[in-house]
């Protein structure tokens, strides 16, 4: 006998029917579920979310409606604010219950506070799960109860909490009430348009095929090729852990499987490896749940205040988000971001260094250009990462130790192959040459611009800021 007739699953960023935990324990608790996807009534240019991420994300609603279907249910779209489209649909259909998984993100959070509360007044169960993540910001804490600031200590513990297990496959979805739904939206319902074919293939199916090839495929050798962006060696969940095409337990307990059962050691380094990048998510969500002060002010308070240059003054912000500084690297890695939607990890570095270090703009530019652009765009990684970059953040790299863009070019791609797969100007032009800046005025090649500024001088100045503020704050 089941707990509930009827109860509604509100998918927001679980869009799967696999080791989906609030979907599993409606479909168990109930005799009918509603699938329910809200879609934000939002239009046109949005500071955190961008046409290519729209698109993807109308796809895997697309690919849920079908995969809905073919289990017995209906995916039903309402428009509008979540709190009033779900008010409605629990009036409409008598609902007795709603469940969810819960959002790491600030603005999610607010929402469920306020839908506690809303079924409360209306008496219905509220019943939110733990899905997104490994472990909740509040499960990884110090021996005193407090958040970690670094990510080392963070990992360790983290490392060693019970890892929750996967869950089945929904296989039947049960509503006998027909309800009226919207359209599946498409980019064009947030007023936005995308040009041409998304670089990943939206939606669960196309998920799960993503993991399952970078299991078997690629994560073996991730330890030495990670870092070189001409390689492709990472996973690219990165959209699907934000959309939840994928579970993130899945991926993990799968990477754990291949690095039990393999006899080499280098890939049992590289599958413990990447188990270790998933922790960096987590550590970021942490900061973000602890610090939600984050989004607006350096998490270090002795860099607050720090001293940016106007990005209105001149076209620095343009020449840097259009590809087109004169340093290689950092070309390649923003065209790349704009053309396909993600961008290499050590390139995000570059370029994110790129901007707040060599042209002195501030992170937050980069930030919400970066979300605008990414098909992984996930607001307190992307914070995390702009935030480490820029030297004001959880785990940054001291403000005085500045990443040279042409060492990393000869590090990172000493043949030049990333810089040449994107900026076509370059493909004929020696790869020392790519890392080495030319004489003051000249450019690599013909058709491509000189270095907008000197790295060596811009560099001083980063320093000359920073030194600044921290005479000026008397620390
Ligand atoms: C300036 C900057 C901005 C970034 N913005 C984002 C963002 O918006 N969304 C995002 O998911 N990652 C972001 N990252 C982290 C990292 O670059 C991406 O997660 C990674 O490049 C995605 O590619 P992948 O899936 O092939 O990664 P893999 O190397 O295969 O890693 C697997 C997964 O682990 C997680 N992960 C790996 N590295 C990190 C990291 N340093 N921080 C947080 N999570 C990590 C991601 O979920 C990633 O998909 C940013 C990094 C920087 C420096």
């Known amino acids: 006998m089941s707990e509930f007739k009827r109860v ?21 608790d109930s005799e009918e579920v509603i699938p329910l996807y809200v879609v934000s009534d939002w239009n046109g240019e949005h500071r955190w979310t961008g046409p290519k991420r729209q698109a993807f994300l109308s796809g895997c609603l697309s690919s849920l409606a079908s995969n809905v279907n073919h289990v017995g249910g209906k995916l039903i779209f309402r428009r509008g604010h979540a709190l009033k489209v779900i008010a409605g649909l629990i009036e409409e259909s008598g609902a007795e219950a709603i469940y969810l998984n ?65 869950g089945g496959s929904v296989k039947k979805l049960v509503a006998k009430i027909d309800l009226p739904s919207d359209p599946c939206p498409t980019v064009e319902t947030w007023g936005m348009k995308q040009e041409g074919p998304l670089a990943l293939i939206p939606g669960e199916k196309a998920g799960r095929e993503r993991m399952k090839s970078a299991v078997s495929e690629r994560l073996g050798a991730y330890l030495d090729h990670r870092n070189f962006p001409a390689d492709d060696a990472s996973s690219r969940l990165g959209a699907d852990l934000r959309w939840g095409t994928i579970s993130v337990r899945d991926l993990y307990h799968r990477a754990g499987k291949a690095r039990s ?47 940016w240059n106007d990005p209105d003054e001149d076209d620095r912000l343009a020449k840097w988000q ?59 990684s992307n914070n995390g990462g702009w935030q480490w970059s820029a030297g004001t953040g959880a785990d940054a790299a001291p403000y005085f130790r500045i990443q040279n863009p042409w060492t990393q070019t000869s590090r990172y791609d000493p043949e030049g192959v990333y810089v040449k797969r994107w900026v076509p100007e370059l493909a004929g032009v ?23 500024v000197d790295h060596s001088r811009e560099r001083e100045e980063t320093l000359r800021r920073f030194k600044t503020l921290k005479e000026a704050s008397g620390a």
């Open 8 to 28: 509604i699953h509100w998918f927001r960023r679980d869009l799967r029917l696999t080791d989906n935990t609030a979907l599993l324990a409606a479909s168990a």
């Open 102 to 166: 819960l959002d790491p993100d600030l603005h999610g959070k607010q929402i469920e506070k306020k839908l506690e509360t809303l079924c409360q007044e209306l008496n219905v169960a509220f019943r939110p799960y733990q899905d997104a993540v490994m472990h909740s910001a509040d499960e990884v804490l110090t021996g005193s109860g407090t958040p970690y600031r670094v990510f080392t200590p963070y990992f360790r513990r983290w490392d060693v909490v019970a890892k929750p297990l996967v």
């Open 261 to 307: 059962e393999t006899r080499e050691r280098s890939e049992r380094e590289s599958f413990g490896e990447f188990q270790r990048q998933l922790a960096w998510r987590e550590f970021f969500m942490s900061i973000l749940h602890h610090y939600p002060e984050v989004l607006d002010l350096e998490l270090n308070p002795s860099w607050r205040g720090l001293e």
């Open 322 to 380: 259009e590809g087109r500084t004169g340093f290689p690297i950092v070309d390649a890695g923003m065209r790349q971001l704009v053309k396909t939607g993600f961008m290499h990890n050590r390139v995000r570095m570059i370029t994110a260094m790129f901007l707040t270090k060599d042209l002195h703009l501030d992170w937050r530019e980069g930030e919400s250009f970066f979300l605008q652009h990414l098909l992984d765009g996930e607001i307190a």
């Open 430 to 452: 020696d790869p020392k040459a790519l890392a080495k800046a030319p004489a003051p005025g000249e450019s690599i090649a013909p058709n491509y611009p000189p270095p907008m």
